[in-house]
């Protein structure tokens, strides 16, 4: 089992470590260290008042001492490349046998002297954002699988589709089914080992992508969770979302909305819909295809007091006639009890299998 | 100005020659010559049906006796690279002191002999479909523009989005208008010179893209005519025509069909929905972010008798209350007025020139 040593130098528990942070929400098994020397001596606990006892840590040796396996890049850059701090980082690491995952858009492997050490030494370089060689264009084979596709789906990027369905897995996990997780990000990569950033794929391809992993994922579950990218209505992000949708034709939706989110991310001219219009577009544009059912709402209120939160999860359920839940607030038993009625019904029967 | 050999060897006059056909359709200046040895001595009227007196050439050198300073390579090549017939006729037209404009996924630049052959001779490699270095997100700056944007959308992919808007431009021109192409694809490139393969871009930057294609276009335009690409339901490229549409920001829609194709290009367990339906889902998708409205209907009906065609030209006019024509068997007319006429209630005010 891969341990890592999260790279978070100077950033860690600002907006900047996201991906950081998500990895150690969701698979802190897999989390020895995080580097950030301003920090060093602090747990993880303290700093993000989650992750427990996983230290921090102010240098690389000290992470390999903590059991530390390979370097996470999950950091935001600005601009292409890595930064000359991030990069000796890396040399550093490698020099000292560590594999690096690295989720930037500058590819490490695509770095001759980085690529060559890593040769030298043995180790593997992960640039989670280089696409497979040979994707396929979509066509709509997933229609072919027994298995029921779920996806998150949003009314703006960054606002909690990942977080919804990993929590959904664990919930279904506990429950007895068989469900898996389809990674579209480089956060759900880390975490999972495995998948395609979706928005790193050649435009063509958008669809081929989602479709290949919808089936891989498909092997060994009755229930696939396709995690979502972006919005349909975002300026930037838009054909990835709609990609994704095509290609993984899910059966049903998880509609992901954050009420105070008033304009789109990066796009303050853009006025966010509200989800009941989201949700009616989101089914319009599945139809032709394959007709996709919304079946909850994921709300993020985490800008919200605990009564304006109740209130709104109150309202929205109202609004839409759906299960409606903040699942890192509060619980995700809605979302869940969603899904599994959803693929009895779908499959004519009792629930694939019954709750533990 | 550049003039083509349009390398077509053993492929000239079947479909898989349609790039080449379309740049002698609507570029016929920039063509000196077609090459295809099986039908040397022939011209490209007698093969097409038009094109004139375009000599078709049994070899390169012909071409060049004929006038060519540059290779086309428009063909279809099934799988990566470019098949050892082609590679040495590319070959041979460096030697020769062509440039290569290639519309091909594979990259002449990227052949290490091919690249240095030309810059050991001085020749210029075009490789249409590698993306701009540079390209942003999407952010929605066509807002800004004063032009007007029209953007051409489909219910498939290959179905006349292209042809149209340079009937347009050409009528539009006539009529005494500023106006511009955005060309979106090989094709478009070929025949104008310029633009982006925007199915060909990393999928983040699809948008942005577009964004860039039109504002480079309304510098010196009043009307811009954007390329469309794909189809917003078709399975494997939606989301390329998605972000096109929301880079491009239309002000209005040309919708193009083809009443003879009833299931989706290379996905024959598709059915292409009614043309009402494309229209209305697409201004539903446009209008969060900017408005759009379908102001005509581009028909093709090659495959339809001169009865046929008028009969279902007359039966979507009235289904859609839209200008309808088969641009190509007919007339552009209906369409050149609807462009015009949006042109003017937009700005409130009379056309932004007269009809000549």
């Known amino acids: 089992?891969?341990?890592?040593?999260?790279?978070?130098?100077?950033?860690?528990?600002?907006?900047?470590?996201?991906?950081?942070?998500?990895?150690?929400?969701?698979?802190?098994?897999?989390?020895?260290?995080?580097?950030?020397?301003?920090?060093?001596?602090?747990?993880?606990?303290?700093?993000?008042?989650?992750?427990?006892?996983?230290?921090?840590?102010?240098?690389?040796?000290?992470?390999?001492?903590?059991?530390?396996?390979?370097?996470?890049?999950?950091?935001?850059?600005?601009?292409?490349?890595?930064?000359?701090?991030?990069?000796?980082?890396?040399?550093?690491?490698?020099?000292?046998?560590?594999?690096?995952?690295?989720?930037?858009?500058?590819?490490?492997?695509?770095?001759?002297?980085?690529?060559?050490?890593?040769?030298?030494?043995?180790?593997?370089?992960?640039?989670?954002?280089r696409p497979p060689a040979d994707l396929p264009v979509g066509t709509g084979l997933v229609r072919h699988l027994d298995a029921t596709v779920v996806l998150a789906v949003g009314s703006d990027a960054n606002i909690g589709k990942m977080t919804v369905m990993l929590q959904l897995r664990a919930a279904l996990r506990d429950r007895g089914t068989r469900v898996a997780f389809a990674p579209t990000g480089q956060t759900g990569i880390f975490i999972d080992g495995w998948g395609i950033c979706v928005d790193a794929v050649v435009a063509d391809f958008i669809a081929g992508a989602a479709e290949t992993l919808t089936i891989q994922a498909a092997r060994d579950a009755d229930i696939v969770l396709v995690e979502g990218q972006g919005s349909i209505l975002h300026p930037g992000y838009s054909g990835v979302s709609l990609g994704l949708l095509h290609g993984s034709l899910p059966h049903a939706l998880i509609a992901c909305h954050q009420p105070t989110r008033k304009t789109f991310r990066h796009n303050a001219w853009l006025p966010v819909p509200p989800i009941a219009d989201v949700i009616a577009l989101h089914e319009a544009i599945a139809k032709p295809l394959r007709p996709a059912r919304t079946i909850g709402v994921s709300l993020n209120t985490s800008e919200m007091s605990d009564r304006d939160a109740r209130a709104e999860i109150a309202r929205i359920a109202e609004e839409?006639?759906?299960?409606?839940?903040?699942?890192?607030?509060?619980?995700?038993?809605?979302?869940?009890?969603?899904?599994?009625?959803?693929?009895?019904?779908?499959?004519g029967a009792a629930p694939a299998t019954s709750p533990a």
Chains 1, 2 share one sequence.
């Open 1 to 129: 089992m891969t341990r890592y040593l999260i790279y978070s130098e100077g950033q860690f528990g600002t907006p900047a470590s996201k991906t950081g942070n998500s990895v150690i929400r969701y698979s802190a098994e897999h989390v020895a260290a995080v580097l950030d020397s301003r920090l060093a001596g602090k747990t993880v606990g303290d700093v993000l008042g989650y992750g427990g006892d996983i230290p921090v840590v102010g240098s690389i040796e000290e992470g390999i001492a903590r059991g530390a396996d390979a370097l996470l890049v999950g950091i935001a850059v600005h601009g292409g490349g890595f930064g000359p701090e991030l990069r000796t980082a890396i040399h550093k690491s490698i020099g000292l046998g560590l594999d690096v995952w690295n989720g930037l858009h500058g590819f490490v492997g695509d770095d001759p002297e980085l690529a060559a050490l890593a040769a030298a030494r043995g180790v593997t370089l992960h640039d989670l954002r």
């Open 320 to 347: 839409t006639g759906l299960p409606t839940t903040d699942p890192v607030r509060f619980d995700i038993t809605p979302l869940a009890e969603a899904v599994q009625a959803f693929d009895a019904e779908r499959r």
